[in-house]
């Protein structure tokens, strides 16, 4: 059974580079036949939610060194970025939800370190990555910025909002819906200046008083967290974490120039 379904995949594999055809010299026919995208694809799918290195998900079919070739050479064409498809099919099916938002952070563990790894404050110092996601009312991720584990939560709000490029026009003035961690006069300047509206629960008040509509990015973390890759991060290099580079940013409809 395919790890990912067709109607997934056929606009992802229509898009991947096609790699040249070789010309075979030898008489008698060397080479082994390229190894199709979609078998490398499916693989790489059961390595981000199983969390297993790629010399484990290896078989017959498909190399670990070819898994991690692949990889790199998808993340430099920028054709594994899934999230703009993933997106226009929710878009479709449901609808994006975008007056209103929901960003927030969750620490996971990174024990090989790594660009995006650094203490974590949470776990004794241990190397740790920290997942600043944006979601929309309903919980669908819009962005994610990868970081050590020792930013702080607030310092990544300016980064995280400009990450949702390439969603779309955005309403006039959005809601941002914040926990207390984001209370900080620096965070209203950063919605201010992208005509956002901040709904930010204050410190020192109880957090179920003032739960709001941030709920739903807590359950988006749970379920993002259920993927082995993103609960147990081993991967050292920024550019395999951070994925294909996002495309240029859109400003919202009656933001500050």
Not at 93 to 117: I, K, M, Y
Request: positive net charge; proline residues 9%; hydrophobic residues 40%.
């Amino acid at each position: 059974m395919p790890a990912l379904p067709s109607s997934v995949w056929n606009p992802c594999g229509s898009r991947s580079p096609r790699a040249a055809t070789r010309q075979v010299s030898h008489p008698l026919g060397g080479h082994r036949q390229r190894i199709a995208d979609r078998i490398v694809f499916d693989k790489l799918i059961q390595v981000l939610v199983f969390g297993c290195g790629y010399r484990r998900i290896a078989d017959s079919s498909c190399s670990a060194t070819t898994l991690r070739r692949r990889r790199d050479k998808w993340i430099t064409a920028g054709v594994a970025e899934l999230r703009l498809a993933v997106l226009a099919a929710y878009e479709q099916l449901f609808g994006l939800e975008l007056e209103h938002l929901a960003v927030d952070s969750c620490t996971t563990n990174a024990p090989c370190g790594g660009q995006t790894a650094g203490p974590s404050p949470i776990d004794r110092r241990k190397q740790g990555l920290k997942r600043s996601v944006a979601v929309e009312a309903g919980g669908m991720p819009l962005a994610v910025v990868p970081a050590p584990a020792n930013r702080r939560d607030d310092g990544l709000l300016a980064a995280t909002l400009d990450a949702i490029a390439g969603v779309g026009p955005m309403p006039a003035q959005p809601v941002v819906h914040l926990d207390a961690g984001y209370d900080y006069q620096p965070c209203r300047r950063v919605l201010t200046v992208r005509a956002m509206a901040g709904e930010i629960a204050a410190r020192g008040v109880p957090a179920p008083i003032q739960v709001g509509r941030r709920w739903v990015i807590e359950r988006t973390h749970a379920w993002g967290n259920q993927d082995g890759k993103l609960r147990w991060r081993i991967e050292r290099r920024r550019r395999v974490v951070e994925g294909p580079p996002s495309p240029p940013s859109m400003t919202p409809a009656g933001a500050a120039s």
